[in-house]
């Protein structure tokens, strides 16, 4: 009697087999390296919350990517962690970010370079506003324009302010700096996945918390909506954030929308796996089924402290 089911475990009998029917991979092409910069020389300094993440001076940034651009590093995030905080430390021309940019592009003329922007690391307060929301844009938007002319090639507001986009284009346009990209964190949750990074940032809140700004972890539709408004505003490219347990936002939005979807794979997520990884509770191939799982969900790229590490794994290993 003919069997009336169908066969599939023959895509499946060995590793070689399973390569050819795998429907998702990961490539260097796909990662953004976030890097966090401090003023000084020479300091390449741990960061206790985030394993085998560091804080670099300019510098010694630049040697570490000296062996990363060779494994095929194609973008960078940076984030500036001034000395002294104040808004100025944003947007002054001698700031950590805009006196980085163009000895990075001088280096390494091939790298991108994006930028956050966002005030939380230069208040006192750890706060991503100044009370006013379109007052915040105005200085989101310098903040940018100042980036923009250190050389960035696209910029990243994660702050979740109304209208920063607005503000933001109009103010790049107005110094012709129209080619620059705008990458906006359109939907950005307020997480408990953040945790870690706000060490990194030295941004944490001295109270309170960004409900107010950043989105309900309870809502899909209001995603949708704030990234609509934010390419009708002018984004070029939309982040998600976090990703980890986002990703039917990650699917939604891309079946909704044309633009490019980008992840942020962020600080809690990675120690969460790092710390599991480190303690033998799981095998360290959960760092690829976790970032496949985001390319699966059609994410194009993701931002990554796993970054280097993945690299190089992808340097020896023929994924
Ligand atoms: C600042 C900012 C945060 C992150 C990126 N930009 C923290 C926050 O909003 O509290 C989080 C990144 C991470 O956790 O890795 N607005």
Redesign the pocket.
Known sequence: MKKMFKRFRYRRINEKVRKKYRETTLSAADFIW?VFLVHGKNIKEDIPSMPDVYHFSTDSLLFELEHLVKLKLQSILLFGVPEEKGIKQAYTADGIIQKAIPQIKNEFPGLEIIT?V?L?SYTHNGQ?HIGDNDKTCEILAKISVSHAQAGADIIAP??MMDGRIYYIKQALSGQNFENIKILSYAA?YASN??G???EATE?ALEKGN?KSH?MDYANTEEAMDEISADINEGADQIMLKPAMSYLDIVARTKEKFDVPVIV?N???EYKMLKEAVKNKWVDADIYWEVLISMKRAKADRITSYFTPEILNKLSQRNY
């Open positions: 976030p956050d966002c939380c991503c994660s702050d950005k996945f953040y870690p990074f706000r941004c960004r950043q942020y962020v600080s809690g």
